[in-house]
């Protein structure tokens, strides 16, 4: 096990390393200036498809755009705003804030494209259900059909993994940690946690799609709230806190406190890998629910896209790292979970900062479970048909139990590592189908914008 282990940890090293790292960063930079920076010109027509998509019902699909963007948005908008923020802090200090707007300025551009692609290439089931993604992608789009399926199934298999365990499991077990000091028997978090997933899954996407248009806005806004009165009553901090984070992101920050200190390399990679984790661009999953979306044009919910990673990262991220800078608790030596913790508990009067970060745990991890639901379905009827549907809605509500009464420590690294693996061959296919892209785009927008 532990042989196991120490070559799954060096493959996460790999995966997520200076090497993959720059693939990603580059992947991003390349598709904005194809698209001539879709994501800032854009900006403002993205923000109207999000009051467009409530009443966007033209066209196939499942569900309204806004629906689509509701579920995608609370996939991402999960744990890694809170901890994985407060990590980045702890590990590569300020700096490494900067480095994960910039990963979310590029990884727009990404988004955008993923979900083009998707909605171009999607299908329906033989049950009649609309699906896509980057498996669809490959396997539809590629001329060498055996090497497109291979690459499809490679990318469906790794989705229903990933889905079953980090976005499953680990999502459960977090919130029973978060709980723990409440005294709340794990079993009993994964009995309401299953009771409630089962009647979500049972209903498919059209369920899902209802329930998340709930629950995103309500976790946003009690978490953003929550996280505004911290900088109410600390807005002498605000300015200096932005000023540490653009002076620490050229710079080697030097130890402080609790903090041991971080090179330009670690500050950059940091903010990079965080950013890219939180806002899932590049990944693939988030073409998956779009792809179910009752639109005209392909390009119209790509600029929902965008918003996604303005949302999750431009703004619920920055939200907790201006808590946790203006607090003064970043150097402290605490980390991850902790960190936030810690912080919104300085923020806010008596016990309501720990009460809030537990709050938020749980109706993020609910709400990232709810959601990867669908991508990991997809990912199972690709490989194994229609008749697969049902037995994974069963398996998704069993793991969402046995997330809160297992020791899953020992999957974490194999977890991260098909996580990972699941880049691959989105980027490939975000290489290959690019031109697609820019086709539709300029059809949709008008060719006097952009070059072919």
């Known amino acids: 096990m532990e042989v196991l282990n120490n070559i799954l940890s060096a493959m996460v090293s790999f995966l997520f390393g200076p090497i993959m790292l720059t693939i990603f960063f580059g992947t991003g930079i390349f598709l904005t200036i194809r698209t001539r920076g879709i994501q800032f010109r854009k900006f403002g027509a993205a923000f109207r498809a999000l009051y467009n998509g409530r009443k966007q019902n033209k066209g196939e699909g499942e569900i309204n755009s806004l629906w689509a963007f509701a579920a995608s948005l609370s996939a991402c908008v999960g744990v890694a705003n809170i901890a994985g923020v407060a990590a980045a802090i702890a590990v590569g200090g300020p700096g490494a804030i900067f480095w994960m707007w910039i990963a979310a300025l590029i990884g727009m551009a990404t988004k955008y494209c993923e979900i083009v692609l998707a909605l171009f290439y999607r299908e329906k089931d033989k049950e009649g259900v609309w699906r896509g993604g980057a498996m669809y992608v490959l396997s539809r789009g590629m001329q060498n059909k055996s090497l497109g399926r291979f690459l499809g199934g490679f990318f469906a298999i790794a989705a229903s993994v990933v889905g079953l365990i980090s976005c499953n499991m680990l999502q459960t077990n977090s919130v029973v940690s978060s709980l723990s000091t409440y005294n709340i028997p794990g079993w009993a978090v994964g009995l309401v946690f299953s009771f409630l997933t089962a009647l979500v899954v049972i209903g498919g996407v059209k369920r899902l799609g209802r329930v998340t248009s709930v629950i995103t806005p309500l976790m946003g806004c009690v978490y953003m709230l929550a996280g505004l009165v911290v900088l109410i009553l600390n807005a002498d ?82 939200m907790t790292a201006l808590v946790i800078l203006t607090t003064g608790l970043w150097n402290s030596g605490l980390t991850s979970a902790a960190l936030s913790t810690a912080a919104f508990s300085a923020g806010l009067p008596g016990e309501w900062g720990g009460i809030i970060v537990a709050v938020s745990t749980v109706m993020f991890c609910f709400s990232t479970l709810l959601s990867w639901f669908w991508y990991g379905e997809t990912g199972a009827v690709f490989v194994f048909g229609e008749k697969a549907a049902p037995v994974f809605r069963v398996l998704w509500v069993i793991f969402a139990f046995l997330g809160s009464v297992v020791n899953i420590s020992v999957v974490w690294n194999a977890a991260d590592t098909v996580n990972g693996l699941m880049f691959i061959p989105n980027l490939i296919s975000l290489w290959l189908f690019h031109g697609i892209v820019i086709k539709l785009t300029n059809e949709r927008f008008g060719k006097g914008e952009q070059n072919q």
């Open 237 to 318: 901090q605000i300015i200096p806190a932005f000023g540490m984070i653009f002076r620490s992101a050229f710079t080697t920050h030097a130890a402080e406190g609790g903090f041991a200190g971080a090179t330009l390399q670690v500050i950059l990679r940091t903010g990079v890998s965080r950013g890219i984790m939180s806002n899932e661009a590049g990944l693939g999953s988030s073409a998956m629910i779009h792809a179910t979306a009752q639109v005209e044009h392909p390009s119209d919910q790509g600029l929902l896209g965008i918003m996604e990673v303005f949302f999750d990262t431009i703004i619920v991220c920055t």
